[in-house]
Nanobody, 118 residues
Framework: QVQLVESGGGSVQAGGSLRLSCAAS????????MGWYRQAPGKQRYLVAR???????NYADSVKGRFTITRDGVKNTVYLQMNSLKPEDTAVYYC????????????WGQGTQVTVSS
């Protein structure tokens, strides 16, 4: 099974930066998608950023230009660099590994809290 361990969350001031890390027990390139989701209290969890095994990326409109998802294949770690943070970025951030078709799976980390104060 794939295990995901997140780190890097914390409290920052608006305009600050934070980098989240997601360490996977297996190769991150075995997944169709590696992504970051977030969920604020009382709100729906939604996709913030994702990348494919070939490096294509997608971002939610709310974070475009501010967040960057990258990967380190040697360390089997996916990162989310968050710049120019806003209070509305406050949420629990979850790492996700997803594969479709034969041998499909959908794994989640336990989440890491990000709090942005104004």
């Amino acid at each position: 099974q794939v295990q995901l361990v997140e780190s890097g969350g914390g409290s920052v001031q608006a305009g600050g930066s934070l980098r989240l890390s997601c360490a996977a027990s297996g190769s991150i390139f075995s997944s169709d998608y590696m992504g970051w989701y977030r969920q604020a209290p009382g709100k729906q969890r939604y996709l913030v950023a994702r990348s494919t095994r070939v490096g294509s990326t997608n971002y939610a409109d709310s974070v475009k230009g501010r967040f960057t998802i990258t990967r380190d294949g040697v360390k089997n770690t996916v990162y989310l660099q968050m710049n120019s943070l806003k209070p509305e970025d406050t949420a629990v951030y979850y790492c996700n590994a997803k594969k479709y078709g034969a041998g499909s799976y959908d794994y989640w980390g336990q989440g890491t809290q990000v709090t942005v104060s104004s």
